[in-house]
């Protein structure tokens, strides 16, 4: 009983930790590009995360950008139809794509 105790109160001394000084999370404002097909992308994707998410992954090839969509879809169940996974997709590729297909 005293070994789950003195667990428990170890485990939850961070969390009673206290700061006097104000703190500032940083706001950083990615650069996102408009165009068609942007109001499905805002519908669809950043609801779940933050459009740094797509431009970290670097100018990619169609290919990629499906296979992420379909990520998405498949393992995150994300509510996306075909026709919109496409749009998205089409406005991936067209933004933030290398110009490759594959």
Same mark, same amino acid.
């Given at each position: %009983?005293k ?5 428990t109160?170890i $485990?939850l001394? &961070?969390? %009673?930790?206290?700061? @006097?000084?104000?703190i500032?999370v &940083?706001?950083?404002?990615?650069p996102?590009? %408009? ?7 805002? $519908?669809?994707?950043?609801m ?11 100018r990619?090839? @169609?290919?990629?950008?499906?296979? @992420?969509?379909? @990520? ?5 169940? $994300? &509510?996306?139809s075909e026709?919109? $996974? ?17």
């Open positions: %009983m070994k789950i105790v003195l667990t109160l $485990a001394t &961070p969390m %009673m930790a206290q700061v @006097k000084e104000k500032e &940083p706001y950083v404002a990615f996102i590009k %408009m165009g068609k097909g942007f109001d499905v992308v805002q $519908a669809n994707c950043l779940c995360h933050s459009f740094g998410y797509i431009i970290n992954q670097g990619q090839s @169609k290919a990629f950008w499906r296979g @992420k969509v379909d @990520k998405m879809i498949v393992h995150f169940k $994300a &509510p996306i026709q919109d $996974a496409k749009i998205i997709t089409d406005y991936l590729f067209e933004h933030y794509g290398n110009g490759k297909e594959k």
